[in-house]
């Protein structure tokens, strides 16, 4: 049987708690308290019980002001971080999950509960009748969650589940928990139920053997966690909220309202700017071992931050002169060169073509060698044919290359004939006759 709407509740009556709760003023158990401190009246008269049954807020006041009608139900998503209570205040002190929702929003209850190492989807409104719908096992809303476990389990244990289990005295409904994958020794299981009794997960798979070591929640009804940051809160859009409400309360109850295929789209939430008149946080200390005596956190990613790094030392480029401007090869090179321009003679033998002609020795009109030292060397010629015919002289290369140091010349390698070159005598595309310079026929063509 679904929960009665909104709309038949106000029409019978419900609690002034109930009512102020869905207001946004506190939690029910808050309002029960302010009650009993005299700090909510009606029509002027001071209220002593919170078993008042009212059809409106009309002439209620709290701290003698009055109540506005409620606004429309609004929905949040919130991807909660593992080490936070999902409550509003912890008496030992320990971070809660108000610590870390941004600025500016509104009086939110949190839907359920999660534990302090369960991470995940968590959904939060503004209506405290929402949040009693939403939670009842009888309207049947689904949740899911993925769990990563130590141990061994078969899908056929996992099947079991759906007949329920009772362990230690308490009854577990229906479970539909499917074996996602193996990593090594841990099994990662992807588990739907309806009901969400106080560690329900981690019971049932302690039950079975298993360790569970992470849990998420993926999923609430039709609300799914996707790739929301870890911290991150959105708004569910009005539209989408008005048709899973009316799901809700149709025909298929919370199973269908679960299937419901959204938009998907969800409102950003604009986090109010912190205030620019508060005193700036004193900066911790720059050594590492004050910052362990003063008690400071290390940062998140293991990493020191920017201002405790220290400065790398560069030497300015205007103090870099001479050799020091170069790289090693260079340096060596320019060592060298300095060594044989302070003391030229004992390289006199090995001189190079370059360092002759720079020699302060060498008169101004003396005949200074030629670039090219083949010319300067008497022509070479080639032993007699065995036809007793002597070649000519060996023509000067015309294809030649020189090196770093002005050293003797290279021929370049003869290439192939083509048949656009040239020769002298010969027109320009045809091949010369075997014999004169060009190739040999050998055959005929094909």
Known sequence: MSPSSPQESARQGERIAK?????????????????????????GQTLTTPATVLTSLHGVTVDGNPVAAPAPARLFRFHKPAGLLTTERDPAGRPTIYDKLPRGLPRLMPVGRLDLSTEGLLLMTTDGELKRQLELPATGVERSYRARAYGQVSQEQLEELMLGVEIEGVRYGPINANLERRTGANVWIELTLTEGKNREVRRVLEHLGLKVSRLIRTRYGPFHLGDMPVGAADEIRQHDLIVFRKA????????????????????????????ASAEPAAAPPANRAERRKAGAQPPANNREPEAYKPARVQRPKAEKKGPEKFGVAQRRRHQAKTQRQANPAPFSEDLTEGQRRKRPDTAAGAMRPSRNPRQDAPARTAPPSPKGKPFKEAPAARHAQHDDDAGPLLDRPKRAFRPNDRRPGTASGKRPPAGKGGPAKQGPRK
Do not use: C
């Not at 809700?248 to 205030?275: R, Y």
């Open 248 to 275: 809700l309360t149709g025909p298929g109850g919370g199973k269908a309202a679960s299937n419901l295929q959204l938009s998907g789209k969800s409102k950003a939430v604009d986090a109010e700017p912190e205030d």
């Open 19 to 43: 009512l102020l709760a869905r207001a946004g003023i506190a939690s029910r158990r808050e309002i029960e308290r302010m009650i009993a401190e005299g700090r909510i009246a009606l029509e």
